[in-house]
Protein backbone atom coordinates (compact mmCIF):
# COMPACT_ATOMS: atom_id res chain seq x y z
CA UNK A 1 0.00 0.00 0.00
CA UNK A 2 1.01 3.50 -0.97
CA UNK A 3 2.08 5.54 2.34
CA UNK A 4 -0.61 8.36 2.90
CA UNK A 5 2.16 10.64 3.34
CA UNK A 6 5.62 10.49 1.85
CA UNK A 7 8.27 13.36 1.58
CA UNK A 8 11.21 13.11 -0.65
CA UNK A 9 14.66 14.99 -0.13
CA UNK A 10 13.08 17.55 1.44
CA UNK A 11 15.15 20.80 2.85
CA UNK A 12 14.68 23.92 4.03
CA UNK A 13 16.95 27.06 4.13
CA UNK A 14 16.45 29.99 6.17
CA UNK A 15 19.01 32.13 4.55
CA UNK A 16 22.47 30.32 5.44
CA UNK A 17 20.73 27.86 8.16
CA UNK A 18 19.39 25.05 6.75
CA UNK A 19 17.00 24.22 9.46
CA UNK A 20 15.92 20.80 7.40
CA UNK A 21 18.25 18.44 5.37
CA UNK A 22 17.48 15.71 2.87
CA UNK A 23 14.36 14.66 5.40
CA UNK A 24 12.84 11.43 4.09
CA UNK A 25 9.78 10.18 5.03
CA UNK A 26 6.91 7.93 4.22
CA UNK A 27 4.10 7.51 6.59
CA UNK A 28 2.01 4.47 6.06
CA UNK A 29 -1.50 4.24 6.25
CA UNK A 30 -3.47 4.18 9.74
CA UNK A 31 -0.04 4.18 11.28
CA UNK A 32 1.03 6.20 14.38
CA UNK A 33 4.09 7.88 13.32
CA UNK A 34 6.42 9.75 15.49
CA UNK A 35 8.77 12.29 14.78
CA UNK A 36 10.85 13.59 17.84
CA UNK A 37 14.54 15.61 18.03
CA UNK A 38 15.85 17.26 21.04
CA UNK A 39 14.92 21.26 21.44
CA UNK A 40 15.85 23.05 17.66
CA UNK A 41 16.43 19.79 16.01
CA UNK A 42 13.86 21.04 13.06
CA UNK A 43 10.78 19.28 14.37
CA UNK A 44 8.13 22.47 14.52
CA UNK A 45 9.84 23.14 10.64
CA UNK A 46 8.99 19.95 9.02
CA UNK A 47 5.93 20.57 10.73
CA UNK A 48 5.37 23.64 9.06
CA UNK A 49 6.72 22.37 5.57
CA UNK A 50 4.07 19.40 5.83
CA UNK A 51 1.35 21.77 6.19
CA UNK A 52 2.43 24.78 3.36
CA UNK A 53 3.35 27.27 6.19
CA UNK A 54 6.73 27.19 4.90
CA UNK A 55 7.37 26.33 0.85
CA UNK A 56 10.92 23.53 1.30
CA UNK A 57 13.76 24.92 -0.71
CA UNK A 58 14.07 21.72 -2.31
CA UNK A 59 12.65 18.61 -2.87
CA UNK A 60 9.11 16.80 -2.92
CA UNK A 61 5.54 16.23 -0.36
CA UNK A 62 3.62 13.53 -1.84
CA UNK A 63 0.22 13.63 0.29
CA UNK A 64 -2.18 10.75 -0.85
CA UNK A 65 -0.66 10.95 -3.78
CA UNK A 66 -0.97 14.76 -4.82
CA UNK A 67 1.78 16.85 -4.48
CA UNK A 68 1.59 19.76 -1.54
CA UNK A 69 4.59 21.10 -1.05
CA UNK A 70 3.69 24.37 -2.89
CA UNK A 71 0.23 24.21 -1.65
CA UNK A 72 -1.06 26.62 0.60
CA UNK A 73 -1.91 25.81 4.18
CA UNK A 74 -6.36 26.00 3.05
CA UNK A 75 -5.59 23.81 0.31
CA UNK A 76 -3.76 21.33 2.14
CA UNK A 77 -6.73 21.18 4.73
CA UNK A 78 -8.90 20.98 1.92
CA UNK A 79 -6.95 17.88 0.47
CA UNK A 80 -7.31 15.89 3.91
CA UNK A 81 -4.91 16.78 6.24
CA UNK A 82 -5.63 18.32 9.26
CA UNK A 83 -3.47 20.19 12.39
CA UNK A 84 -3.35 21.50 15.56
CA UNK A 85 -0.92 23.72 17.15
CA UNK A 86 1.96 24.00 19.09
CA UNK A 87 0.84 26.66 21.32
CA UNK A 88 -3.48 26.24 21.41
CA UNK A 89 -4.66 28.40 18.48
CA UNK A 90 -8.55 28.62 19.11
CA UNK A 91 -10.46 31.18 17.66
CA UNK A 92 -10.73 33.17 20.85
CA UNK A 93 -13.98 35.03 20.72
CA UNK A 94 -16.28 31.80 19.97
CA UNK A 95 -17.71 29.27 21.80
CA UNK A 96 -16.85 25.47 21.89
CA UNK A 97 -19.49 24.59 20.04
CA UNK A 98 -18.48 27.68 17.44
CA UNK A 99 -14.95 26.41 16.55
CA UNK A 100 -16.26 23.03 15.76
CA UNK A 101 -18.64 24.19 13.58
CA UNK A 102 -16.39 26.74 11.80
CA UNK A 103 -14.22 24.02 11.26
CA UNK A 104 -16.84 22.27 9.44
CA UNK A 105 -16.37 24.94 6.97
CA UNK A 106 -14.63 23.21 4.49
CA UNK A 107 -17.67 20.08 3.67
CA UNK A 108 -20.15 23.26 3.36
CA UNK A 109 -21.97 22.47 -0.05
CA UNK A 110 -24.17 26.25 0.35
CA UNK A 111 -23.09 28.94 -1.70
CA UNK A 112 -23.36 32.45 -0.16
CA UNK A 113 -26.58 33.13 -1.41
CA UNK A 114 -28.45 30.60 0.49
CA UNK A 115 -26.99 32.28 3.81
CA UNK A 116 -27.90 35.77 2.12
CA UNK A 117 -31.40 34.54 1.12
CA UNK A 118 -31.75 31.80 4.01
CA UNK A 119 -32.85 28.93 1.77
CA UNK A 120 -34.01 25.81 3.42
CA UNK A 121 -30.49 24.59 2.14
CA UNK A 122 -28.97 27.10 4.22
CA UNK A 123 -30.98 26.14 7.11
CA UNK A 124 -31.06 21.93 6.55
CA UNK A 125 -27.10 22.69 7.08
CA UNK A 126 -26.40 24.57 9.59
CA UNK A 127 -28.68 22.36 11.80
CA UNK A 128 -26.80 19.28 10.26
CA UNK A 129 -23.50 21.18 11.49
CA UNK A 130 -24.61 22.01 14.63
CA UNK A 131 -25.22 18.35 15.36
CA UNK A 132 -22.00 16.98 13.78
CA UNK A 133 -20.04 19.51 15.77
CA UNK A 134 -21.78 18.58 18.96
CA UNK A 135 -21.54 14.69 18.58
CA UNK A 136 -17.86 15.02 17.93
CA UNK A 137 -17.84 17.17 21.57
CA UNK A 138 -19.60 14.72 23.26
CA UNK A 139 -16.73 12.02 21.84
CA UNK A 140 -14.09 14.79 23.42
CA UNK A 141 -16.76 15.11 26.67
CA UNK A 142 -16.98 18.65 25.71
CA UNK A 143 -20.47 19.07 24.81
CA UNK A 144 -21.26 19.83 28.20
CA UNK A 145 -19.43 23.30 27.94
CA UNK A 146 -20.62 23.60 24.11
CA UNK A 147 -21.96 27.66 25.22
CA UNK A 148 -18.89 28.58 26.96
CA UNK A 149 -16.22 31.01 25.87
CA UNK A 150 -13.07 28.60 24.28
CA UNK A 151 -10.71 29.85 25.98
CA UNK A 152 -12.31 29.67 29.67
CA UNK A 153 -11.43 26.09 29.53
CA UNK A 154 -8.69 24.74 31.44
CA UNK A 155 -6.07 23.96 29.39
CA UNK A 156 -5.91 20.33 28.64
CA UNK A 157 -9.79 20.60 27.26
CA UNK A 158 -8.45 23.45 25.05
CA UNK A 159 -6.05 20.69 23.80
CA UNK A 160 -8.91 18.51 23.68
CA UNK A 161 -11.06 20.91 21.71
CA UNK A 162 -8.31 21.83 19.36
CA UNK A 163 -8.28 18.53 18.08
CA UNK A 164 -11.64 18.21 17.76
CA UNK A 165 -11.97 21.30 15.89
CA UNK A 166 -8.94 19.58 13.52
CA UNK A 167 -10.98 16.32 13.31
CA UNK A 168 -13.98 18.46 12.22
CA UNK A 169 -12.78 19.22 8.91
CA UNK A 170 -12.76 15.21 8.07
CA UNK A 171 -9.27 14.65 7.70
CA UNK A 172 -7.41 11.74 6.52
CA UNK A 173 -3.89 12.32 8.12
CA UNK A 174 -4.01 14.49 11.25
CA UNK A 175 -0.80 16.27 12.08
CA UNK A 176 -0.52 16.92 16.48
CA UNK A 177 2.21 19.22 16.66
CA UNK A 178 3.50 18.58 20.43
CA UNK A 179 0.34 17.71 22.04
CA UNK A 180 1.66 17.31 25.13
CA UNK A 181 3.51 20.24 25.75
CA UNK A 182 2.41 21.96 28.90
CA UNK A 183 0.66 19.06 30.62
CA UNK A 184 1.29 16.78 33.23
CA UNK A 185 2.35 13.66 33.33
CA UNK A 186 -1.12 12.40 34.21
CA UNK A 187 -2.40 14.19 31.66
CA UNK A 188 0.25 12.77 29.19
CA UNK A 189 -1.17 9.88 29.74
CA UNK A 190 -4.58 10.06 29.55
CA UNK A 191 -3.81 12.00 26.19
CA UNK A 192 -1.83 9.31 24.53
CA UNK A 193 -4.97 6.71 24.89
CA UNK A 194 -7.03 9.24 23.25
CA UNK A 195 -4.59 9.58 20.25
CA UNK A 196 -4.60 6.50 20.09
CA UNK A 197 -8.35 5.82 20.49
CA UNK A 198 -8.92 8.42 17.57
CA UNK A 199 -6.72 6.80 15.05
CA UNK A 200 -8.84 3.70 15.44
CA UNK A 201 -12.21 5.30 16.32
CA UNK A 202 -11.96 7.59 12.81
CA UNK A 203 -9.71 5.70 10.59
CA UNK A 204 -6.79 8.00 10.35
CA UNK A 205 -3.65 8.69 10.15
CA UNK A 206 -1.55 10.37 12.83
CA UNK A 207 1.69 11.76 12.89
CA UNK A 208 2.78 13.27 16.22
CA UNK A 209 5.69 15.85 16.60
CA UNK A 210 6.98 15.41 20.23
CA UNK A 211 9.40 16.99 22.64
CA UNK A 212 8.03 14.75 25.44
CA UNK A 213 9.75 10.73 24.86
CA UNK A 214 7.34 9.06 26.51
CA UNK A 215 4.10 10.03 25.28
CA UNK A 216 6.04 8.99 21.86
CA UNK A 217 6.76 6.01 23.13
CA UNK A 218 3.92 4.93 24.54
CA UNK A 219 1.71 4.79 21.54
CA UNK A 220 3.59 5.71 18.36
CA UNK A 221 4.48 2.45 15.83
CA UNK A 222 7.06 4.13 13.91
CA UNK A 223 9.41 7.13 15.36
CA UNK A 224 11.76 8.95 13.30
CA UNK A 225 14.35 10.83 14.99
CA UNK A 226 15.67 14.55 13.98
CA UNK A 227 18.90 16.21 15.19
CA UNK A 228 20.25 19.03 13.26
CA UNK A 229 17.26 19.17 10.21
CA UNK A 230 18.65 15.99 9.80
CA UNK A 231 17.56 12.08 10.24
CA UNK A 232 19.54 10.09 12.78
CA UNK A 233 17.31 7.13 13.38
CA UNK A 234 14.12 5.58 12.54
CA UNK A 235 12.40 2.48 13.74
CA UNK A 236 9.95 0.87 16.39
CA UNK A 237 10.13 2.20 20.42
CA UNK A 238 12.24 -0.52 20.88
CA UNK A 239 14.84 -0.05 18.60
CA UNK A 240 14.89 4.18 19.08
CA UNK A 241 15.44 3.54 22.60
CA UNK A 242 18.39 1.42 22.35
CA UNK A 243 20.09 2.93 19.38
CA UNK A 244 22.91 4.87 20.85
CA UNK A 245 22.81 7.82 18.25
CA UNK A 246 19.29 8.64 20.04
CA UNK A 247 20.60 8.53 23.19
CA UNK A 248 23.70 10.62 22.13
CA UNK A 249 21.55 13.58 20.93
CA UNK A 250 19.42 13.37 23.92
CA UNK A 251 22.04 13.08 26.14
CA UNK A 252 24.85 15.08 24.92
CA UNK A 253 28.21 13.17 23.36
CA UNK A 254 30.35 12.26 25.90
CA UNK B 1 -38.44 30.62 8.96
CA UNK B 2 -41.09 29.21 6.58
CA UNK B 3 -41.39 30.51 3.48
CA UNK B 4 -45.14 31.20 4.05
CA UNK B 5 -44.12 32.96 6.80
CA UNK B 6 -41.29 34.54 4.92
CA UNK B 7 -43.59 35.72 2.06
CA UNK B 8 -45.44 37.69 4.98
CA UNK B 9 -42.89 39.67 7.36
CA UNK B 10 -41.54 40.51 3.60
CA UNK B 11 -44.78 41.80 2.79
CA UNK B 12 -46.17 43.14 6.05
CA UNK B 13 -42.19 45.14 5.94
CA UNK B 14 -42.71 46.71 2.57
CA UNK B 15 -46.63 48.12 3.48
CA UNK B 16 -45.70 49.48 6.44
CA UNK B 17 -42.61 51.53 4.73
CA UNK B 18 -44.90 52.32 2.29
CA UNK B 19 -47.83 53.82 4.61
CA UNK B 20 -45.04 55.41 6.62
CA UNK B 21 -43.40 57.01 3.37
CA UNK B 22 -46.89 58.08 2.25
CA UNK B 23 -46.79 60.18 5.68
CA UNK B 24 -43.90 61.90 4.89
CA UNK B 25 -44.63 63.30 2.09
CA UNK B 26 -48.19 64.05 2.16
CA UNK B 27 -48.82 64.06 5.58
CA UNK B 28 -51.94 62.22 8.04
CA UNK B 29 -54.64 64.33 8.33
CA UNK B 30 -53.09 67.92 9.54
CA UNK B 31 -50.18 66.23 11.09
CA UNK B 32 -47.27 66.80 8.79
CA UNK B 33 -43.71 65.96 9.66
CA UNK B 34 -41.22 68.72 9.98
CA UNK B 35 -38.78 68.83 7.27
CA UNK B 36 -36.04 69.11 9.54
CA UNK B 37 -36.96 65.87 11.32
CA UNK B 38 -37.85 63.89 8.10
CA UNK B 39 -34.88 64.89 7.17
CA UNK B 40 -32.55 63.89 10.52
CA UNK B 41 -34.37 60.35 9.80
CA UNK B 42 -33.91 60.15 6.19
CA UNK B 43 -29.55 60.95 7.22
CA UNK B 44 -30.19 57.64 9.94
CA UNK B 45 -31.39 55.28 7.42
CA UNK B 46 -28.68 56.27 5.10
CA UNK B 47 -25.89 55.83 8.05
CA UNK B 48 -27.18 53.00 9.21
CA UNK B 49 -26.93 50.79 6.20
CA UNK B 50 -23.09 52.14 5.63
CA UNK B 51 -22.50 51.21 9.07
CA UNK B 52 -23.95 48.14 9.27
CA UNK B 53 -21.73 47.36 5.55
CA UNK B 54 -18.67 48.58 7.12
CA UNK B 55 -18.83 46.36 10.47
CA UNK B 56 -19.03 43.44 7.69
CA UNK B 57 -15.77 44.28 6.83
CA UNK B 58 -14.26 46.55 9.88
CA UNK B 59 -15.95 44.06 12.29
CA UNK B 60 -16.66 40.33 11.22
CA UNK B 61 -13.87 40.21 9.38
CA UNK B 62 -11.85 42.55 11.15
CA UNK B 63 -9.63 44.42 8.18
CA UNK B 64 -9.47 47.69 8.82
CA UNK B 65 -10.56 49.52 6.26
CA UNK B 66 -11.01 53.57 5.85
CA UNK B 67 -12.17 53.89 2.39
CA UNK B 68 -15.68 53.26 2.84
CA UNK B 69 -16.35 57.35 1.68
CA UNK B 70 -14.43 55.77 -1.29
CA UNK B 71 -16.90 53.16 -2.34
CA UNK B 72 -19.52 55.32 -1.56
CA UNK B 73 -18.83 57.66 -3.87
CA UNK B 74 -18.72 55.46 -6.41
CA UNK B 75 -22.40 54.12 -5.99
CA UNK B 76 -22.73 57.35 -5.46
CA UNK B 77 -22.09 58.93 -8.61
CA UNK B 78 -22.03 55.93 -10.79
CA UNK B 79 -26.21 55.99 -9.43
CA UNK B 80 -27.20 59.97 -9.74
CA UNK B 81 -25.40 59.63 -13.17
CA UNK B 82 -27.52 56.93 -14.35
CA UNK B 83 -30.47 58.67 -13.23
CA UNK B 84 -29.66 61.95 -14.58
CA UNK B 85 -28.78 60.91 -17.94
CA UNK B 86 -30.75 58.00 -18.61
CA UNK B 87 -33.92 57.86 -15.65
CA UNK B 88 -36.69 59.96 -18.01
CA UNK B 89 -35.91 57.19 -20.85
CA UNK B 90 -36.20 54.29 -18.43
CA UNK B 91 -39.47 55.87 -16.64
CA UNK B 92 -40.37 56.50 -20.24
CA UNK B 93 -40.46 52.92 -20.87
CA UNK B 94 -42.99 52.11 -18.50
CA UNK B 95 -45.01 54.92 -19.33
CA UNK B 96 -44.04 57.12 -16.28
CA UNK B 97 -42.76 59.72 -15.73
CA UNK B 98 -39.68 60.42 -13.38
CA UNK B 99 -41.35 63.08 -11.07
CA UNK B 100 -44.37 61.03 -10.17
CA UNK B 101 -44.01 58.00 -7.21
CA UNK B 102 -44.34 54.74 -9.27
CA UNK B 103 -42.12 56.42 -12.22
CA UNK B 104 -39.01 57.09 -9.66
CA UNK B 105 -39.83 54.00 -7.97
CA UNK B 106 -39.34 52.14 -10.95
CA UNK B 107 -36.05 54.22 -11.76
CA UNK B 108 -34.54 53.76 -8.10
CA UNK B 109 -33.95 50.35 -8.90
CA UNK B 110 -31.63 50.21 -11.69
CA UNK B 111 -30.17 53.04 -10.08
CA UNK B 112 -29.50 51.44 -7.18
CA UNK B 113 -28.23 48.50 -8.92
CA UNK B 114 -25.65 50.44 -10.94
CA UNK B 115 -24.41 52.11 -7.90
CA UNK B 116 -23.94 48.90 -6.17
CA UNK B 117 -22.15 47.22 -9.02
CA UNK B 118 -19.94 49.98 -9.98
CA UNK B 119 -19.14 50.01 -6.43
CA UNK B 120 -18.65 45.75 -5.96
CA UNK B 121 -16.71 46.52 -8.80
CA UNK B 122 -14.11 48.89 -7.11
CA UNK B 123 -14.34 46.61 -3.89
CA UNK B 124 -13.04 44.07 -6.08
CA UNK B 125 -10.10 45.98 -7.98
CA UNK B 126 -9.21 47.32 -4.31
CA UNK B 127 -9.64 44.19 -2.37
CA UNK B 128 -7.62 41.75 -4.77
CA UNK B 129 -3.90 43.04 -3.86
CA UNK B 130 -4.79 44.84 -0.62
CA UNK B 131 -6.44 42.22 1.44
CA UNK B 132 -2.98 40.23 1.19
CA UNK B 133 -2.01 43.22 3.73
CA UNK B 134 -2.92 43.72 7.26
CA UNK B 135 -3.60 46.34 9.86
CA UNK B 136 -2.28 49.33 8.72
CA UNK B 137 -1.06 48.59 5.19
CA UNK B 138 -4.77 47.39 4.95
CA UNK B 139 -5.59 51.35 6.10
CA UNK B 140 -3.38 53.13 4.09
CA UNK B 141 -4.17 51.40 0.68
CA UNK B 142 -7.79 51.96 1.36
CA UNK B 143 -7.79 55.56 2.44
CA UNK B 144 -5.70 56.21 -0.60
CA UNK B 145 -7.74 54.63 -2.78
CA UNK B 146 -10.71 56.39 -1.30
CA UNK B 147 -9.15 59.75 -2.31
CA UNK B 148 -8.19 58.69 -5.80
CA UNK B 149 -11.82 58.23 -6.35
CA UNK B 150 -12.50 61.76 -4.44
CA UNK B 151 -9.47 63.37 -7.21
CA UNK B 152 -10.82 61.69 -10.27
CA UNK B 153 -14.69 63.07 -9.48
CA UNK B 154 -13.31 66.56 -8.96
CA UNK B 155 -12.00 66.25 -12.85
CA UNK B 156 -15.08 64.97 -14.08
CA UNK B 157 -17.33 67.60 -15.60
CA UNK B 158 -20.36 65.65 -16.54
CA UNK B 159 -20.79 65.12 -12.47
CA UNK B 160 -20.11 68.42 -11.81
CA UNK B 161 -16.61 68.24 -10.84
CA UNK B 162 -15.68 70.60 -7.34
CA UNK B 163 -19.04 72.32 -6.81
CA UNK B 164 -20.84 68.57 -6.44
CA UNK B 165 -23.16 66.61 -8.60
CA UNK B 166 -25.93 69.64 -8.45
CA UNK B 167 -28.30 68.17 -11.48
CA UNK B 168 -28.74 64.83 -9.17
CA UNK B 169 -32.52 64.12 -8.92
CA UNK B 170 -34.08 63.84 -5.75
CA UNK B 171 -36.04 60.66 -6.29
CA UNK B 172 -34.74 59.11 -3.08
CA UNK B 173 -37.17 58.62 -0.34
CA UNK B 174 -38.10 57.09 3.13
CA UNK B 175 -39.20 54.40 1.98
CA UNK B 176 -36.19 53.30 0.00
CA UNK B 177 -33.86 54.88 2.36
CA UNK B 178 -34.99 52.41 5.17
CA UNK B 179 -35.84 49.36 2.95
CA UNK B 180 -32.19 49.49 1.83
CA UNK B 181 -31.25 49.73 5.14
CA UNK B 182 -33.78 46.67 6.33
CA UNK B 183 -31.80 44.83 3.62
CA UNK B 184 -28.50 45.46 4.90
CA UNK B 185 -29.03 44.80 7.90
CA UNK B 186 -30.70 41.12 7.16
CA UNK B 187 -27.64 40.28 4.43
CA UNK B 188 -24.96 41.22 7.14
CA UNK B 189 -27.04 39.61 9.52
CA UNK B 190 -27.46 36.35 7.53
CA UNK B 191 -23.93 36.48 6.40
CA UNK B 192 -22.81 36.13 10.23
CA UNK B 193 -25.01 33.09 11.46
CA UNK B 194 -23.71 31.31 8.20
CA UNK B 195 -20.61 29.29 7.77
CA UNK B 196 -19.71 32.60 5.96
CA UNK B 197 -20.16 34.22 8.46
CA UNK B 198 -18.03 31.48 10.84
CA UNK B 199 -15.26 31.77 8.68
CA UNK B 200 -14.96 35.44 8.60
CA UNK B 201 -15.04 35.53 12.63
CA UNK B 202 -12.39 32.63 12.51
CA UNK B 203 -10.26 35.34 10.08
CA UNK B 204 -10.83 37.88 12.66
CA UNK B 205 -10.02 35.79 15.77
CA UNK B 206 -6.89 33.97 14.23
CA UNK B 207 -5.93 34.12 10.33
CA UNK B 208 -3.34 30.49 10.71
CA UNK B 209 -5.43 28.86 12.69
CA UNK B 210 -8.87 29.81 10.23
CA UNK B 211 -6.31 28.65 7.24
CA UNK B 212 -5.52 25.89 9.18
CA UNK B 213 -9.11 24.98 8.94
CA UNK B 214 -9.02 25.04 5.25
CA UNK B 215 -10.48 28.74 5.01
CA UNK B 216 -8.82 30.74 2.03
CA UNK B 217 -8.86 33.52 4.21
CA UNK B 218 -7.69 36.16 0.77
CA UNK B 219 -10.79 34.44 -0.88
CA UNK B 220 -13.12 35.57 2.16
CA UNK B 221 -11.88 38.37 3.08
CA UNK B 222 -12.30 39.90 -0.95
CA UNK B 223 -15.81 38.11 -0.70
CA UNK B 224 -16.69 40.21 2.68
CA UNK B 225 -14.78 43.85 1.35
CA UNK B 226 -17.20 43.29 -2.28
CA UNK B 227 -19.97 42.87 -0.39
CA UNK B 228 -19.32 45.98 2.02
CA UNK B 229 -18.20 47.63 -0.78
CA UNK B 230 -21.83 47.16 -3.01
CA UNK B 231 -23.94 47.96 0.25
CA UNK B 232 -21.83 51.76 0.92
CA UNK B 233 -22.65 52.08 -2.89
CA UNK B 234 -26.39 51.59 -2.29
CA UNK B 235 -26.21 54.32 0.42
CA UNK B 236 -24.38 56.85 -1.89
CA UNK B 237 -27.24 56.21 -4.16
CA UNK B 238 -29.90 56.79 -1.80
CA UNK B 239 -27.70 59.76 -0.38
CA UNK B 240 -26.95 61.75 -3.68
CA UNK B 241 -30.24 61.87 -4.77
CA UNK B 242 -31.64 62.75 -1.69
CA UNK B 243 -33.60 66.14 -1.68
CA UNK B 244 -31.48 69.20 -1.14
CA UNK B 245 -28.24 66.69 -0.36
CA UNK B 246 -25.74 66.46 -3.83
CA UNK B 247 -23.03 64.64 -3.90
CA UNK B 248 -19.74 66.77 -3.58
CA UNK B 249 -16.36 65.36 -3.21
CA UNK B 250 -15.78 67.54 -0.48
CA UNK B 251 -18.19 65.75 1.84
CA UNK B 252 -16.85 62.14 0.73
CA UNK B 253 -13.00 62.73 1.87
CA UNK B 254 -11.86 60.28 4.11
CA UNK B 255 -13.68 62.78 6.98
CA UNK B 256 -16.47 60.94 6.14
CA UNK B 257 -15.12 57.73 6.24
CA UNK B 258 -13.63 57.96 9.58
CA UNK B 259 -17.21 59.81 10.71
CA UNK B 260 -18.36 55.76 9.80
CA UNK B 261 -16.05 54.34 11.69
CA UNK B 262 -16.81 55.96 15.02
CA UNK B 263 -20.38 55.10 14.31
CA UNK B 264 -19.21 51.11 14.04
CA UNK B 265 -16.68 51.82 17.21
CA UNK B 266 -19.15 54.14 19.21
CA UNK B 267 -21.81 51.02 18.79
CA UNK B 268 -19.66 48.49 19.22
CA UNK B 269 -17.40 46.65 16.88
CA UNK B 270 -18.39 43.60 15.30
CA UNK B 271 -22.40 44.19 16.34
CA UNK B 272 -24.87 44.60 14.04
CA UNK B 273 -27.39 46.31 16.20
CA UNK B 274 -24.76 48.11 17.39
CA UNK B 275 -24.03 49.37 14.01
CA UNK B 276 -27.64 50.66 14.11
CA UNK B 277 -27.52 52.21 17.11
CA UNK B 278 -23.81 54.06 16.91
CA UNK B 279 -25.39 55.55 13.11
CA UNK B 280 -28.67 56.75 14.79
CA UNK B 281 -26.80 57.97 18.01
CA UNK B 282 -24.35 59.72 15.73
CA UNK B 283 -26.39 61.27 13.65
CA UNK B 284 -28.82 62.68 15.82
CA UNK B 285 -26.15 63.73 18.40
CA UNK B 286 -24.58 66.46 16.35
CA UNK B 287 -28.03 67.79 15.56
CA UNK B 288 -29.25 67.96 19.37
CA UNK B 289 -25.90 69.62 20.59
CA UNK B 290 -27.28 72.42 17.88
CA UNK B 291 -29.11 74.63 20.37
CA UNK B 292 -25.13 75.23 22.46
CA UNK B 293 -23.95 77.02 19.46
CA UNK B 294 -26.84 79.40 19.90
CA UNK B 295 -24.87 80.44 22.63
CA UNK B 296 -21.23 79.68 22.24
CA UNK B 297 -20.57 79.20 18.31
CA UNK B 298 -18.43 75.80 17.79
CA UNK B 299 -18.94 74.29 21.64
CA UNK B 300 -21.23 71.90 19.81
CA UNK B 301 -18.62 70.02 18.65
CA UNK B 302 -16.73 70.41 21.47
CA UNK B 303 -19.10 68.59 23.75
CA UNK B 304 -19.53 66.21 20.60
CA UNK B 305 -15.67 65.45 20.90
CA UNK B 306 -15.66 64.85 24.46
CA UNK B 307 -18.52 63.00 24.71
CA UNK B 308 -17.00 60.05 22.21
CA UNK B 309 -13.17 60.76 24.36
CA UNK B 310 -15.73 60.05 27.79
CA UNK B 311 -17.17 56.72 26.05
CA UNK B 312 -14.40 55.62 24.80
CA UNK B 313 -12.54 55.79 28.49
CA UNK B 314 -15.50 54.26 30.23
CA UNK B 315 -16.59 51.99 27.34
CA UNK B 316 -13.55 51.09 25.20
CA UNK B 317 -15.45 47.99 23.26
CA UNK B 318 -18.66 50.24 22.62
CA UNK B 319 -21.70 50.39 23.60
CA UNK B 320 -23.10 47.19 22.72
CA UNK B 321 -19.67 45.06 22.17
CA UNK B 322 -19.97 42.44 20.15
CA UNK B 323 -23.44 41.82 21.33
CA UNK B 324 -26.14 41.64 19.31
CA UNK B 325 -29.48 43.41 20.93
CA UNK B 326 -32.58 41.54 20.86
CA UNK B 327 -35.82 40.33 22.23
CA UNK B 328 -34.36 37.16 23.14
CA UNK B 329 -31.21 38.36 24.27
CA UNK B 330 -32.34 38.23 28.22
CA UNK B 331 -33.19 34.65 28.22
CA UNK B 332 -29.72 33.73 25.58
CA UNK B 333 -27.67 34.61 28.16
CA UNK B 334 -28.88 33.27 31.03
CA UNK B 335 -29.45 29.78 28.89
CA UNK B 336 -25.94 30.03 27.59
CA UNK B 337 -26.84 27.10 24.69
CA UNK B 338 -24.06 27.84 22.24
CA UNK B 339 -26.31 29.65 20.01
CA UNK B 340 -24.73 33.50 20.79
CA UNK B 341 -22.55 34.19 17.94
CA UNK B 342 -20.52 37.78 18.09
Not at chain 2, 151 to 156: D, E, F, G, P
Request: aromatic content about 8%; overall charge positive.
Amino acid sequence: MTPVLEVRNVTMRFGGLAAVKNLNMAVPRGALYGLIGPNGAGKTTVFNVLTGVYYPTEGEICFDGINVEKKKPYEITKLGAARTFQNIRLFADMTVLENVMTAHHLRARQVLADAIVGTGRHHVEEAETRHRALELLKIFGLDRVAGEAATALPYGSQRRLEIARALATEPKLLLLDEPAAGMNPQESVELMRLIRWIRDEFKLTILLVEHNMKVVMGICEVIQVIDYGEEIAIGTPAEIQSNPKVIEAYLGGG
Amino acid sequence: MSPARKVVSIAVTLAALAALNYIFEYGFGDFYINPYYARIINLIGINITLAVSLNLINGMAGQFSIGHAGFMAVGGYTATYLTVYHGRQIAEIFGRSLTDPVGSSIVMIPSLIAGALAAAVAGLFVGIPSLRLKGDYLAIVTLGFSEIIRVIILNIPAVGGATGFTDAIPITNFFWIFLMAILTIVITRNIGTSTFGRALFAIRSDEIAAEAMGIDTTRYKVMAFVISAALAGVAGGLSGQLFANPLNPQNLNFVRSIEVIVMIVLGGIGSITGAVVGATTLTILPEALRSFDQQFPGLRMVIYALLLILLMIFRPQGLLGRRELNLSWLRRRQRKDGSVLA
